[in-house]
């Protein structure tokens, strides 16, 4: 198991700055609005973008704080490049019935299951490979948005903002009575939610009790004593805190839309 320091005071600090917005996501009127298998659906289709765009921020820091290069040297933060690594292989590469996958291909096969489109987050995987991040006319405005967001700290931001909006800004940030609404509803749709439910539980799962302060210690190792990097760390977990708010707003209001139009 791995060990960690105690958070920093400047960790602290910014827990503190950024509670009022944590509060806003737990309370978010999102979660109790989703009541059937179409606004799941919607709900799927926005959030996979999210859960593709994590990895790409988890490389981004996996690129900092670990040695990818050749001939290998061993970088100075020993602790975060284990954090790093052992994130890295849950994941890119878990076991799901014995089968080793990605928990966003694990999402995409629960989108599949329940039968949510993944038109527009197929084509954006299309035309990642030329390093572009390109989105198709289907993509949800919101989910737009939340991927620029999140790539404007990739490609701008320092190595501390984006060590910043990953502990304080992408841990897992779904309540405990969103995940007993999905138990209910595929109870009630015998088991079609039934990889969705596991991708939910396996988040808690292996976030476990090590990773809060593992990634806060990564924070603190990018960090150092530098008032002007906590700063960044800061602004950047309250950008993807707000981004995230923005995205379950979009979302919210989708699913309001469908029910107008469905009557």
Same mark, same amino acid.
């Given at each position: 198991m791995n060990t960690a320091s105690p958070a920093p005071p400047a960790a602290a600090r910014i827990e503190t700055r950024i509670a009022p917005l944590r509060e806003k996501l737990a309370a978010h009127p999102l979660y109790l609005e989703i009541r059937t298998l179409a606004e799941l659906r919607l709900f799927m289709e926005s959030h996979v973008f999210a859960v593709w765009d994590f990895m790409s921020l988890l490389k981004s820091l996996q690129r900092t704080l670990t040695s990818v290069s050749v001939p290998w040297v061993p970088t100075p933060f020993p602790a975060s490049r284990r954090f790093l690594n052992e994130i890295v292989l849950g994941e890119e590469s878990d076991l799901y019935d014995g089968q080793p996958a990605s928990h966003f291909e694990m999402y995409l096969s629960a989108m599949r299951q329940a039968g949510a489109s993944t038109a527009a987050i197929d084509a954006l995987l299309g035309n990642a490979p030329t390093g572009n991040v390109i989105f198709?006319?289907?993509? @949800? &405005?919101?989910? *737009? /948005?939340? #991927?620029? %967001?999140?790539?404007?700290?990739?490609?701008?931001?320092?190595?501390a903002a984006q060590a910043g909006a990953f502990a304080f800004g992408r841990?897992?940030?779904? @309540? &405990?009575?969103? *995940? /007993?609404? #999905?138990? %209910?509803?595929?109870?009630?749709?015998?088991?079609?939610?039934?990889?969705?439910?596991?991708?939910?539980?396996?988040?808690?799962?292996?976030?476990?009790?090590?990773?809060?302060?593992? /990634?806060?210690?990564?924070?603190?190792?990018?960090?150092?004593?530098?008032?002007?990097?906590?700063?960044?760390?800061?602004?950047?977990?309250?950008?993807?805190?707000?981004?995230?708010l923005a995205l379950w707003d979009g979302i919210l209001s989708r699913i309001e839309k469908h029910r107008v139009i469905s009557g």
């Open positions: 198709a006319a289907e993509t @949800p &405005a919101e989910a *737009r /948005a939340f #991927v620029e %967001d999140t790539f404007r700290i990739i490609e701008r931001g320092s190595p841990e897992d940030l779904i @309540p &405990a009575m969103f *995940r /007993a609404l #999905v138990r %209910d509803l595929n109870h009630e749709l015998s088991g079609r939610l039934d990889r969705f439910v596991w991708y939910l539980e396996r988040h808690i799962e292996v976030d476990g009790d090590d990773h809060g302060p593992l /990634a806060l210690g990564m924070v603190a190792d990018l960090c150092g004593d530098s008032a002007e990097r906590w700063e960044e760390a800061a602004r950047a977990a309250e950008t993807a805190l707000q981004s995230r």
